[in-house]
């Protein structure tokens, strides 16, 4: 990631989201999700290693360094949901012990205890080297720390899309609600940021956390620039809960963004499936931003992507094809977008469950991408018009395989028209109204496609021009004199 900074700063991208830096449970192997020692960033000999799975602190160090000279954000992955524990973390849990015997409510998974003379043990007594770094102090966990944290705690099942804070989904559960245990995240969160310099972070899981900690997590960051940090959460579920979770947040006078995943996956049922069997005007309303069901997010509280680390552990949730049309989506629409890694460089994936399940991005993908990101911070800002649903299309059928929308521009542009066609065999044409209210007028004017400017396009006097469009493709057309 050092090595690339000057690359990703020629293509005009502003900020990198990186990995949980903690050291995990299961050492050199271990993703950092099943995150064990906050504070070991790979400085430590615990877990059969000193380094975690992506190097030493001095390496992470030395890249958010060199990132920040280049002018790009850093936004490290955290996890306040749980933490982990190893054999040599079992203690006597006399918690465990009378939840199992009572048989209250969700049963405490048995895998995880060791049974001695009657007496449940559980992994969740953690101990550390001693830490001396700035910043750093030396906790230990202990059974009360987790749900169930007390006789009067229970757990919660994980069935549905809504929070489960007392869920043991994953590891030892922190108990959110524990003054102590918000003290030591909150703490964690501003070291994080006044020691290692990270610009803000991805949250892990927010569904097992209760909005109001979140608030008091993020209020509690140090400034960045006199501003609160980005933060975004992954919250995996429907546009309502979503929608709850970002206002729930906010009522605390936290501002958080998060991840459009029902965008995500109208776009993945577009780019994988023939256009016989998709119809393309669902676009006019996918997602957090354009939702008309009373669930629609402000775009400066949504992160758009096309696939990321969760939903590209699983084949079944990948996009396979026809990527382009997903980052073309992406990233000429409103909302932060997010390019994943392996899709840019070209990197394989692997189905973490079945290996055989491959999946690799076409070479030819990473300079669409690049110039998509040109064309944006070019041309486009403000707000999107869907054409399509807006400018009486002719003729209408069409409208099932051409989607059609219009961008506001800049102090110095007239924004910029995207044409998308998920038919898979016909070239296509439509002929729309281009003029909105708030939109400049391009009555009378020469469009050029960016992508291949001998294309050029006239729009008549009263507004309307027509669009032809490759199948399985996609234009961005803008004025030619701004080209």
């Given at each position: 990631?050092?090595?690339?900074?000057?690359?990703?700063?020629?293509?005009?991208?502003?900020?990198?989201?990186?990995?949980?830096?903690?050291?995990?449970?299961?050492?050199?192997?271990?993703?950092?999700?099943?995150?064990?020692?906050?504070?070991?960033?790979?400085?430590?000999?615990?877990?059969?290693?000193?380094?975690?799975?992506?190097?030493?602190?001095?390496?992470?160090?030395?890249?958010?360094?060199?990132?920040?000279?280049?002018?790009?954000?850093?936004?490290?992955?955290?996890?306040?949901?749980?933490?982990?524990?190893?054999?040599?973390?079992?203690?006597?849990?006399?918690?465990?012990?009378?939840?199992?015997?009572?048989?209250?409510?969700?049963?405490?998974?048995?895998?995880?205890?060791?049974?001695?003379?009657?007496?449940?043990?559980?992994?969740?007594?953690?101990?550390?080297?001693?830490?001396?770094?700035?910043?750093?102090?030396?906790?230990?966990?202990?059974?009360?720390?987790?749900?169930?944290?007390?006789?009067?705690?229970?757990?919660?099942?994980?069935?549905?899309?809504?929070?489960?804070?007392?869920?043991?989904?994953?590891?030892?559960?922190?108990?959110?609600?524990?003054?102590?245990?918000?003290?030591?995240?909150?703490?964690?969160?501003?070291?994080?940021?006044?020691?290692?310099?990270?610009?803000?972070?991805?949250?892990?899981?927010?569904?097992?956390?209760?909005?109001?900690?979140?608030?008091?997590?993020?209020?509690?960051?140090?400034?960045?620039?006199?501003?609160?940090?980005?933060?975004?959460?992954?919250?995996?579920?429907?546009?309502?809960?979503?929608?709850?979770?970002?206002?729930?947040?906010?009522?605390?006078?936290?501002?958080?963004?998060?991840?459009?995943?029902?965008?995500?996956?109208?776009?993945?049922?577009?780019?994988?499936?023939?256009?016989?069997?998709?119809?393309?005007?669902?676009?006019?309303?996918?997602?957090?931003?354009?939702?008309?069901?009373?669930?629609?997010?402000?775009?400066?509280?949504?992160?758009?992507?096309?696939?990321?680390?969760?939903?590209?552990?699983?084949?079944?949730?990948?996009?396979?094809?026809?990527?382009?049309?997903?980052?073309?989506?992406?990233?000429?629409?409103?909302?932060?977008?997010?390019?994943?890694?392996?899709?840019?460089?070209?990197?394989?994936?692997?189905?973490?469950?079945?290996?055989?399940?491959?999946?690799?991005?076409?070479?030819?993908?990473?300079?669409?991408?690049s110039k998509l990101i040109e064309i944006r911070?070019?041309?486009?800002?403000?707000?999107?018009?869907?054409?399509?649903?807006?400018?009486?299309?002719?003729?209408?059928?069409?409208?099932?395989?051409?989607?059609?929308?219009?961008?506001?521009?800049?102090?110095?542009?007239?924004?910029?028209?995207?044409?998308?066609?998920?038919?898979?065999?016909?070239?296509?044409?439509?002929?729309?109204?281009?003029?909105?209210?708030?939109?400049?007028?391009?009555?009378?004017?020469?469009?050029?496609?960016?992508?291949?400017?001998?294309?050029?396009?006239?729009?008549?006097k009263d507004g309307r021009v027509t669009f032809?469009?490759?199948?399985?493709?996609?234009?961005?057309?803008?004025?030619?004199?701004?080209?």
């Amino acid at each position: 990631m050092r090595e690339i900074a000057p690359e990703l700063k020629d293509v005009g991208i502003t900020s990198v989201w990186t990995p949980v830096p903690a050291k995990g449970n299961w050492g050199i192997v271990d993703s950092g999700y099943g995150i064990y020692d906050h504070f070991d960033l790979g400085n430590y000999f615990q877990k059969g290693t000193i380094e975690t799975r992506y190097g030493s602190r001095k390496e992470l160090e030395e890249m958010i360094a060199e990132m920040h000279r280049n002018n790009i954000k850093v936004y490290s992955d955290v996890v306040l949901n749980h933490l982990y524990g190893g054999d040599e973390n079992f203690e006597k849990n006399p918690v465990v012990t009378d939840y199992v015997k009572s048989g209250r409510k969700e049963a405490y998974p048995e895998e995880d205890i060791r049974w001695i003379d009657s007496v449940a043990y559980t992994k969740t007594h953690l101990y550390f080297p001693k830490h001396n770094g700035a910043g750093e102090p030396n906790y230990e966990w202990r059974y009360w720390n987790f749900h169930p944290s007390s006789e009067n705690d229970s757990l919660t099942d994980f069935t549905d899309d809504v929070l489960r804070p007392r869920t043991k989904f994953f590891g030892n559960d922190l108990d959110t609600y524990s003054v102590e245990v918000q003290t030591r995240l909150c703490n964690w969160g501003k070291w994080l940021r006044n020691e290692i310099g990270f610009d803000g972070f991805r949250m892990d899981f927010v569904r097992g956390l209760q909005p109001e900690f979140v608030s008091r997590w993020i209020c509690g960051l140090p400034l960045l620039n006199g501003k609160q940090p980005f933060v975004v959460g992954e919250y995996w579920g429907s546009a309502k809960y979503i929608k709850e979770w970002v206002d729930s947040v906010a009522k605390g006078n936290a501002n958080v963004h998060a991840f459009d995943f029902p965008l995500k996956f109208t776009l993945t049922e577009m780019c994988n499936n023939s256009g016989n069997d998709f119809d393309i005007s669902r676009l006019n309303h996918a997602g957090m931003i354009r939702n008309n069901e009373g669930y629609a997010l402000p775009p400066d509280n949504v992160v758009t992507f096309v696939d990321n680390h969760d939903t590209g552990k699983e084949h079944d949730k990948w996009i396979t094809k026809d990527y382009a049309m997903a980052y073309a989506y992406i990233l000429t629409h409103e909302g932060t977008p997010c390019i994943f890694y392996p899709h840019y460089f070209t990197v394989k994936q692997y189905d973490v469950n079945d290996h055989q399940q491959i999946v690799e991005a076409p070479t030819s993908l990473k300079d669409t991408i690049s110039k998509l990101i040109e064309i944006r911070k070019k041309y486009i800002g403000g707000k999107t018009v869907v054409l399509t649903e807006t400018g009486n299309p002719s003729p209408e059928k069409v409208t099932k395989n051409v989607y059609v929308a219009r961008r506001q521009g800049t102090r110095s542009t007239s924004g910029a028209i995207i044409v998308l066609n998920n038919n898979d065999t016909d070239t296509l044409s439509i002929n729309l109204s281009v003029n909105s209210q708030g939109f400049k007028d391009l009555s009378d004017t020469q469009l050029v496609d960016a992508f291949s400017p001998t294309n050029k396009v006239k729009v008549s006097k009263d507004g309307r021009v027509t669009f032809i469009v490759q199948p399985r493709g996609f234009s961005i057309w803008v004025k030619e004199n701004e080209l």
